[in-house]
């Protein structure tokens, strides 16, 4: 859920800076006339180029080294321990028989 909302904040903004644009220009700006052209085109074109870059920064930037684990979360003696990356020779150690 939270990947999606990311995406969609990413995309929305060109159509953001956009609307503060018009907003703050002198004159009145009918949002008909606003959108016509190519102007649609190239916040589409925006949006799409700041969801690329997103998805590449976060995968560049993820935590953790590419070789890690991810040991998910559980609970232990009525305590929730979180899920994280570990090394991959952690898990062994870390892992117990049920």
């Known amino acids: 859920m939270r990947v999606i909302l ?9 159509f953001i800076g956009y609307g503060v ?8 700006v009918d949002t ?7 102007s649609f ?8 180029a700041c969801v ?3 998805l590449v ?7 953790g080294s590419p070789d890690s684990v991810y ?7 009525g305590v929730l321990i979180p899920g994280r990356f570990v090394d ?4 062994e150690a870390d892992s117990e028989p049920k």
């Open 6 to 14: 990311i995406n969609l904040l990413l995309f929305s903004l060109p």
């Open 41 to 48: 085109f190239w916040l589409v074109g925006g949006g799409i």
């Open 57 to 63: 920064l976060l995968a560049t930037f993820q935590s």
């Open 52 to 54: 690329i870059v997103g």
């Open 88 to 91: 991959p020779d952690e898990v």
């Open 71 to 77: 040991v998910p979360a559980r609970y232990e003696n």
């Open 21 to 28: 644009y018009l907003y703050f220009r002198k004159g009145r």
């Open 32 to 38: 008909q006339d606003a959108l016509k052209g190519n």
